[in-house]
Every structure is written in C-alpha cells, then in structure tokens.
C-alpha cells in the first residue's frame, strides 16, 4: 500500500517570498506519478503541477516547482513570488501505473501574509 | 466548459437516516471517482469508476455505503444507514481516462450526521 506523509500541518510566509512545502511518500512500485493538489477556502481542488517518476527533470508551472528526489522519496514544492491567491491547503498525491488509485497526504495549511 | 457538479451542497441528517449525493461528471470523462473528506484529513478514495463499471471500491464501506453509474455519466453515492463517523465532505472528481491524468474536482456536499 502506498502512504505520502506531510509533515507540515500549517505553514504562512510574507507575500513575495518563497515557501517550500514537503512531501514524502512510500510506494514498492518502480513506475508511479506524484501531483500537488490545491484545496482554496471553497474547497475545489485544483491541479498544481504533476511529475512522473520516470522523468529525472523536475515539473516547472510558472511560480510552482517541484524538487523530486526519487532515492528519498521526496516530492517538495516550491511556490516562488507568493501571492494572497495561494493562500490554500495543498495536498500530496501519489499513483501507480496499472492501479490507478491516488492516495493524498494529510495536506499543508499555507497562508500568505500581506 | 461546465466543471463537475454535485448536490446538494449541505445535509444533515439524523444518525440511522439515509442520504443520497449526487455528481455530474465533465462532459466526455470516462472515469469518475468518489472520495471521503474528513475534516483535518486528505481525500480518500471510495470508489472509482471507468466509464459504467468500478476499478476500485476497495475502501467503501460496503455494509452502509452504494455508489452506481448506470449509464456511464451522473452518479450517485447513497449511505444507509448513516453513522456519526460519516460526518465528511464528499468529493466526487472526473478525469478523462485514468487517474493518472489530472482529475478536476467537483465543490463537495458536507454531510453532517447528529
């Protein structure tokens, strides 16, 4: 069974800086993909960025980056030149080629501060 | 183009009662997907379907829990009787074909079980 861990229930930062949110996940499986998922004060969740595992170079989206450590596990995000609009609970997800399942980390409460 | 659509968007209901949820896909998504929202917790997975037939209904309690997709659009997720620990926000999502595509999330019914 895979399991994805966030250590960081609340996190909040100025506006302007940049913020890393961490993510570590368990799998058996050698072909699997990862996503950040952002949940607003609404509660639509929304696609951040997405990375599969066979890929080495990390998924860029404009001010969202990944840094993808596939020997630790690691799945961090990167939200440069943070704005008010990124305040949101952001979730980890992981899946597997062939069982399609995600499974969602705890999330990471992240506010931006004016 | 019109994104997932689910009602209703509040209920609450007595412990032992029923409920009914219901979820309209995007328009030409195969798979559809019911998930589990308690609060401080990540998504997790009910059920998932391809097109009118289910991948996964490994964590649906199937003792309380029902979910169909009889023509391989709408759906709905119905829970008999309801138990306190039901108390959740009920995502139901839609990718084109399999989860490892972006899923696109519908805003959730909050269910509050007295």
């Known amino acids: 069974a895979q399991t994805v861990t966030q250590s960081q229930p609340e996190m909040s930062v100025q506006e302007a800086e940049t913020v890393t949110l961490s993510c570590t996940y368990d799998?058996?499986?050698?072909?699997?993909?990862l996503f950040w998922y952002k949940q607003p004060p609404s509660r639509q969740m929304i696609l951040v960025i997405r990375q599969e595992a066979y890929k080495q170079q990390n998924a860029t989206e404009n001010r969202f980056s990944v840094n993808f450590q596939k020997a630790a596990k690691s799945f961090s995000l990167k939200i440069s030149d943070s704005q008010l609009g990124d305040t949101a609970m952001y979730f980890c997800a992981s899946g597997n080629f062939g069982n399609e399942k995600l499974t969602f980390g705890t999330g990471t409460r992240l506010t931006i501060i004016p | 183009e019109a994104g997932v659509a689910q009602s209703p968007r509040y209920k609450i209901i007595e412990k032992r009662q029923s409920v009914a949820f219901w979820c309209n896909p995007i328009?030409?998504?195969?798979?559809l997907y019911w998930y589990q929202q308690i609060l401080g917790q990540g998504p997790k997975l009910l059920i998932q379907f391809q097109n009118n037939g289910v991948v996964d209904d490994s964590q649906l309690p199937k003792d309380r829990f029902s979910a169909e997709r009889l023509k391989g659009v709408d759906s709905t997720l119905k829970i008999q009787p309801a138990k306190l620990e039901d108390s959740a926000v009920y995502l139901c999502?839609?990718?084109?074909?399999?989860?490892?595509?972006?899923?696109?999330f519908g805003p959730g019914t909050r269910l509050t079980v007295l």
């Open positions: 999502a839609s990718s084109i074909t399999s989860g490892r595509d972006e899923q696109f």
């Open positions: 328009s030409g998504h195969a798979t």
């Open positions: 799998t058996s499986e050698s072909n699997y993909y």
